[in-house]
């Protein structure tokens, strides 16, 4: 008999599928996920992401991008994964037992995985000052600039807008 103590992880999970369920809702659209990559901070809309795993066993792919790391079988789906770090221009940083896989699907069944650093937790929008971005060029996928109330910086990062229109990221034979 199953005990009917509900987990942190049912608590999170149940959390997850509710912001994904209301994600037309203009309080569910302001739920980011923070994550850590290597030392910078992002916010990715919740909506986006399907489901966060642990690192899987990963199929090493010959002559693919630095950034590229295999593909994970993921419940019978096939997913590219994408070490975010590396792709958003980083030195590549070990993972550890805090690392985990974004899973993203975009509309087009584009199934691909992104490993962070760290999970950082389920946050609003609105606990966040936005900043102009930096004069630098920041790649499509970067879409605000932000600050918290200790004042690091966080970036908006749209992983579909990352997976969809970045010319880049389908490009993942090694040149």
């Given amino acids: 008999m199953r005990d009917t103590k509900i987990t942190n992880a049912e608590k999170k999970q149940s959390a997850l599928t509710g912001e994904k ?57 096939l997913y590219g994964i994408t070490d975010l770090g590396v792709y958003l221009g980083g ?18 069944k584009l199934y691909s995985g992104f490993i962070v650093n ?8 609105s606990e966040f000052i ?20 200790e004042g690091r910086q966080w970036w908006k990062l749209s992983l579909v807008k990352l997976m969809v229109d970045d010319e880049k990221f389908l490009q993942v034979a090694r040149e």
């Avoid at 936005?130 to 918290?148: G, I, N, R």
Wanted: contains cysteine.
């Fill in 118 to 125: 760290s999970m950082l937790g389920i946050r609003d929008l």
């Fill in 130 to 149: 936005p900043v102009k971005p930096a004069k630098k060029k920041l790649p499509q996928c970067v879409t605000a600039q932000y600050k918290d109330a």
């Fill in 21 to 77: 369920a209301g994600a037309d809702d203009d309080t569910a659209s302001s739920a980011v996920l923070g994550v850590a990559v290597g030392e910078d901070r992002y916010l990715i809309p919740m909506a986006e992401v399907s489901e966060v795993i642990p690192i899987p066993k990963l199929a090493h792919v010959p002559l693919t991008q630095p950034w590229f790391l295999g593909l994970a079988n993921v419940r019978g789906n």
């Fill in 91 to 108: 030195e590549p940083v070990p993972f550890n037992l805090k690392s985990r896989i974004l899973l993203v699907m975009a509309e087009n």
